[in-house]
């Protein structure tokens, strides 16, 4: 059988393997991506960053590119419309420690569309194609675009869009398989992606739906080179692990606390099914890596955004999730997991 499982190039920055996690606002800032890199993830990517506001120097945003050491490779994803404020952005972000860009051309958003950038530029080549280049002769590091398959499901122009891509410099695409007409719903389209696979030498990421090592194989066999994850990593960030056991390639990742040793669910490399309780103190270590970014009381509210994800098909998550809602900092939050923990195994 084919090795599904590899390691990858994006231009010179090596990957363990060829699972990516996908960039997700609001979700995907350090302390959920160092988890991921620690549950496998062969890079991760932060949450869109918009690029004139890198350009004039919101605090915010600023934040939003501060980097830990244990997330690394990381690619920084820039929203945008005006090549120089891009490529001055790539820059910053450069220079703050990302090791690669990523060029959003897929966010169909309305607030974004109306701005001219995410999926909007799928309808301006040229706009695009100058971004691409601009970006690419600012930096050292590689260079990527995430894109749709289309505006709507009718019309697939990602494969000729992938040729542009290529040729204006990237070093990989990650497509997310739906049409921006249809945002995160239905299967994806794994036509477009055999199509933009089979239209570029660069590697290409298949993205959409990837649950577990069955949706990728169905992605990776249409010839992408990769697989990006994306909700179903917000609820798990071993997700990246189990994948690769399951493709067979699990041995190739090397893993650490809190993924090996711990609780009823195993301990090695080889075993990495996550049980309910697992999942709760990895949960609680999100918090605390969390609370440390944004402080005890913002860390915990943040939170919420994923805690949904991270419950999903425990018993009486419903209520757990309720009270979650309502906590106010991390004690609290603490506590109520706890207390949750301490009941299902009566
Ligand atoms: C809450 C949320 C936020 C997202 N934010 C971004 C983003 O900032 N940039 C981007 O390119 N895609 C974004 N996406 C799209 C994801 O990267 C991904 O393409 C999509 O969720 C499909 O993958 P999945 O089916 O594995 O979730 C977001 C998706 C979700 C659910």
Same mark, same amino acid.
Not at 86 to 113: F, H, S, T, W
Not at 126 to 145: N, Q, Y
Not at 201 to 208: E, H, L, S, T, Y
């Given at each position: 059988?084919?090795?599904?499982?590899?390691?990858?190039?994006?231009?010179?920055?090596?990957?363990?393997?060829?699972?990516?996690?996908?960039?997700?606002?609001?979700?995907?800032?350090?302390?959920?991506?160092?988890?991921?890199?620690?549950?496998?993830?062969?890079?991760?990517?932060?949450?869109?960053?918009?690029?004139?506001?890198?350009? =004039?120097?919101?605090?915010?945003?600023?934040?939003?590119?501060?980097?830990?050491?244990?997330?690394?490779?990381?690619?920084?994803?820039?929203?945008?419309?005006?090549?120089?404020?891009?490529?001055?952005?790539?820059?910053?972000?450069?220079?703050?420690?990302?090791?690669?860009?990523?060029?959003?051309?897929?966010?169909?958003?309305?607030?974004?569309?109306?701005?001219?950038?995410?999926?909007?530029?799928?309808?301006?080549?040229?706009?695009?194609?100058?971004?691409?280049?601009?970006?690419?002769?600012?930096?050292?590091?590689?260079?990527?675009?995430?894109?749709?398959?289309?505006?709507?499901?009718?019309?697939?122009?990602?494969?000729?869009?992938?040729?542009?891509?290529?040729?204006?410099?990237?070093?990989?695409?990650?497509?997310?398989?739906?049409?921006?007409?249809?945002?995160?719903?239905?299967?994806?389209?794994?036509?477009?992606?055999?199509?933009?696979?089979?239209?570029?030498?660069?590697?290409?990421?298949?993205?959409?739906?990837?649950?577990?090592?069955?949706?990728?194989?169905?992605?990776?066999?249409?010839?992408?080179?990769?697989?990006?994850?994306?909700?179903?990593?917000?609820?798990?960030?071993?997700?990246?692990?189990?994948?690769?056991?399951?493709?067979?390639?699990?041995?190739?990742?090397?893993?650490?606390?809190?993924?090996?040793?711990?609780?009823?669910?195993?301990?090695?490399?080889?075993?990495?099914?996550?049980?309910?309780?697992?999942?709760?103190?990895?949960?609680?270590?999100?918090?605390?890596?969390?609370?440390?970014?944004?402080?005890?009381?913002?860390?915990?509210?943040?939170?919420?955004?994923?805690?949904?994800?991270?419950?999903?098909?425990?018993?009486?998550?419903?209520?757990?999730?309720?009270?979650?809602?309502?906590?106010?900092?991390?004690?609290?939050?603490?506590?109520?997991?706890?207390? =949750?923990?301490?009941?299902?195994?009566?």
């Amino acid at each position: 059988m084919k090795q599904l499982i590899k390691k990858l190039k994006i231009g010179s920055v090596e990957l363990k393997n060829n699972l990516a996690l996908a960039p997700m606002a609001g979700i995907t800032n350090a302390a959920f991506r160092s988890l991921c890199i620690e549950g496998g993830a062969g890079f991760v990517v932060s949450e869109m960053v918009s690029a004139e506001s890198i350009r =004039y120097g919101n605090k915010k945003t600023l934040q939003l590119l501060e980097l830990y050491p244990s997330e690394h490779p990381i690619a920084i994803q820039l929203f945008g419309s005006d090549p120089e404020s891009m490529a001055l952005a790539a820059k910053e972000a450069e220079k703050l420690g990302a090791d690669i860009i990523d060029i959003n051309a897929g966010c169909p958003v309305r607030k974004v569309l109306r701005s001219g950038s995410g999926a909007a530029l799928m309808k301006e080549p040229g706009i695009l194609e100058d971004i691409i280049k601009k970006t690419v002769k600012a930096v050292k590091i590689p260079v990527t675009v995430k894109i749709r398959s289309g505006l709507t499901a009718k019309e697939v122009i990602s494969p000729g869009l992938a040729v542009l891509i290529e040729g204006a410099g990237a070093s990989a695409i990650t497509l997310h398989g739906r049409a921006a007409a249809d945002l995160h719903s239905g299967p994806p389209d794994y036509e477009a992606f055999a199509g933009t696979a089979a239209a570029v030498k660069i590697p290409v990421f298949g993205n959409g739906g990837v649950r577990a090592a069955a949706d990728a194989a169905r992605i990776l066999e249409t010839g992408c080179a990769g697989v990006a994850i994306g909700r179903a990593a917000a609820g798990n960030p071993a997700v990246f692990a189990e994948v690769a056991e399951g493709l067979g390639g699990g041995g190739m990742l090397p893993y650490s606390s809190p993924f090996t040793g711990e609780g009823e669910g195993g301990g090695t490399a080889h075993n990495v099914t996550r049980s309910p309780a697992e999942k709760i103190k990895l949960f609680m270590r999100f918090l605390e890596l969390n609370a440390a970014l944004y402080g005890p009381e913002s860390g915990v509210v943040r939170a919420r955004k994923l805690v949904g994800y991270w419950l999903k098909g425990f018993p009486h998550s419903s209520a757990l999730r309720a009270s979650f809602m309502a906590a106010r900092a991390l004690p609290e939050a603490n506590a109520l997991l706890l207390q =949750y923990l301490s009941n299902s195994k009566k």
